[in-house]
């Protein structure tokens, strides 16, 4: 396959810079929490491929459902000749998903379709325009998913206009003084000047803002949410395409609240590494639009179904979603004591839900202001001495921790040590 600096040099010349990657090197094999380059260097992957990982690389009985799959037929398109996996995918998720009532769900392939279709959705159901995401949200690349996004480098940029009536309430981020108090303030402000709530048909929110920095919606801003949305007539979804599967210590991060969503967005670590995704939602919601108005020619492919149910069935019978709490907890003790050792006053926030978890460097602890160039050098030396990190956030300087939940102990360990080898290099 050649070299890394080899392939680097072909990529380059060949694939659209817009495509950013992360780590400088090639993939050859992987394998649970580890992965080898084609050099042959060996790799613990805390990135999990942005966290569609939590079973791992090639979970046994992933790939093991993939290949009985590919055996049989791999496409037929569901719109033709539909098959089981779809359907059988699409009960598993109406029964995990948080609700005392009937649901329906709809498979796509990405995220950000996702995220389009359940705004669809909410659109034909409510027959309203009007969409209210919040400040560092992410929900994709596409231009409905872009104008939900609430960041503009490298996201938003020069690649506008975005569609209309969606509008945009600040995101109760503690770290950065917005009390829920102040969000709901402003929410209520945005009500009244722009966003006519008898016009908007959803709230869309991440449980854990993934992208723009783990930043979990306190239990009392979901509960605030829920009664608005109740009161106008708005459909509450909850974007768990980051958050879900396991990786907060439940099947879906919004499930830590109580608090119950009318829509909820899946993809990434639901089919440990096949490109899948879904809505799930209360059935007559789900019912709106009429045949033929949803759908795609890949969506719900069969081998990424039959991939999703062992993925599913691994969270299960692996007992991963107590696991995910439990390394959340180990987690955040071992960079308690790393920040106070290492980096004193440097790693200003660790924070998170379970195994969601993600550490914000500052160039001191008194302004906390923000160190991208710190967070850089750490992730740089760690890849050196082998470990994938991937960093998150508005300012690009916390590190968020997305490992396989299903990667022993001493994996962890291993990659927790070189994490603070890479963290003391970086600050010397
Ligand atoms: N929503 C959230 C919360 C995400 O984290 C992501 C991907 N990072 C998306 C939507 C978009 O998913 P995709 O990249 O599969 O389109």
């Known amino acids: 396959a050649g070299s890394n600096a080899a392939l680097l040099a072909?990529?380059?010349a060949a694939v659209a810079r817009g495509v950013a990657s992360a780590a400088p090197i090639f993939a050859a094999r992987a394998e649970n929490a580890e992965l080898w380059d084609v050099e042959g260097k060996r790799y613990i992957d805390f990135a999990g491929g942005i966290a569609v990982l939590n079973t791992g690389h090639r979970h046994p009985g992933?790939?093991?459902a993939a290949k009985a799959q590919e055996d049989l037929y791999t496409h037929t398109s569901f719109q033709v000749v539909p098959y089981e996996p779809y359907v059988a995918l699409a009960e598993k998720l109406n029964a995990l998903a948080p609700g005392d009532f009937a649901k329906k769900s709809l498979l796509v392939t990405t995220g950000a379709e996702a995220v389009e279709n359940a705004v669809k959705i909410a659109r034909a159901y409510t027959r309203r325009p009007g969409v209210i995401a919040f400040s560092a949200g992410y929900h994709g690349r596409t231009l409905l998913t872009l104008g939900l996004t609430g960041k503009v480098t490298p996201y938003k940029k020069d690649v506008g206009p975005f569609p209309g009536d969606i509008w945009r309430a600040p995101?109760?981020?503690a770290r950065n003084g917005i009390t829920v108090d102040d969000a709901l303030k402003a929410l209520d402000t945005l009500m009244k000047t722009d966003a006519d709530p008898d016009r908007v048909a959803a709230i869309i929110l991440e449980p854990v803002l993934g992208e723009g920095g783990y930043h979990p919606v306190p239990t009392e801003m979901w509960q605030a949410l829920r009664a608005i949305c109740d009161k106008h007539g708005i459909l509450l979804i909850a974007d768990e395409i980051q958050s879900g599967f396991a990786r907060t210590g439940a099947w879906f991060a919004i499930e830590h609240s109580g608090v119950v969503p009318d829509l909820i967005t899946v993809a990434k670590s639901?089919?440990?590494g096949y490109p899948i995704a879904g809505v799930i939602g209360r059935a007559e919601v789900m019912d709106a639009l009429a045949p033929g108005g949803l759908g795609g020619t890949y969506g719900g492919n069969p081998v990424a179904c039959a991939a999703a149910l062992a993925a599913i069935e691994a969270i299960e019978t692996e007992g991963l979603l107590a696991r995910s709490t439990a390394m959340g907890e180990s987690l955040r003790a071992r960079f308690a004591?790393?920040?106070?050792?290492?980096?004193?006053?440097?790693?200003w926030d660790i924070r998170g839900l379970g195994a969601m978890l993600a550490v914000e460097f500052v160039t001191d602890f008194d302004s906390a202001t923000p160190d991208a160039t710190l967070t850089k050098a750490v992730v740089a030396n760690a890849l050196k001495r082998g470990l994938i990190l991937l960093g998150c956030g508005m300012h690009g300087n916390a590190v968020r921790i997305m490992v396989p939940i299903t990667a022993s102990d001493e994996i962890v360990a291993e990659g927790m040590a070189i994490f603070e080898a890479a963290l003391a290099e970086a600050i010397a």
Not at 339 to 347: D, E, K, N, Q, T
């Open 10 to 12: 072909r990529r380059e």
């Open 62 to 64: 992933v790939i093991a």
């Open 171 to 173: 995101f109760p981020d």
């Open 270 to 272: 639901m089919a440990g």
């Open 337 to 347: 004591d790393m920040g106070a050792r290492v980096a004193p006053f440097r790693m």
